[in-house]
Nanobody, 124 residues
Framework: QVQLVESGGGLVQAGGSLRLSCAAS????????MGWFRQAPGKEREFVAA????????YYPDSVKGRFTISRENAKNTVYLQVNSLKSEDTAVYYC?????????????????WGQGTQVTVSS
């Protein structure tokens, strides 16, 4: 099992920034990929970023490319999501996810472990 705990969410004005953190514990040696997803009220869960546990490749949808940056600090078993130039449409609960399989990093069902989520609210 892998446990994930997110932090760093909050209320921010449009144009502002936040850094979300996801601390992993447990069987982290089995983790192949880490991802961030978000879900706004009344909307489906949406992929926002992913990174492999080793290597430097990162993945983003067009909606956040250039504004969001995912990174990891393996020594701390922590993944970060730097979110800049926030817009009101970025308001959502942001979830960290971990997966052990080498399947599509952009697809939520390919991740086995999920955190409890952290709320990001952008005021205009």
């Amino acid at each position: 099992q892998v446990q994930l705990v997110e932090s760093g969410g909050g209320l921010v004005q449009a144009g502002g920034s936040l850094r979300l953190s996801c601390a992993a514990s447990g069987r982290t040696f089995s983790v192949y990929k880490m991802g961030w997803f978000r879900q706004a009220p009344g909307k489906e869960r949406e992929f926002v970023a992913a990174i492999r546990w080793t290597g430097s490749s990162t993945y983003y949808p067009d909606s956040v490319k250039g504004r969001f940056t995912i990174s990891r600090e393996n020594a701390k078993n922590t993944v970060y999501l730097q979110v800049n130039s926030l817009k009101s449409e970025d308001t959502a609960v942001y979830y960290c996810a971990a997966g052990t399989r080498g399947t599509d990093l952009r697809v939520g069902v390919s991740y086995e472990y999920w955190g409890q989520g952290t709320q990001v609210t952008v005021s205009s």
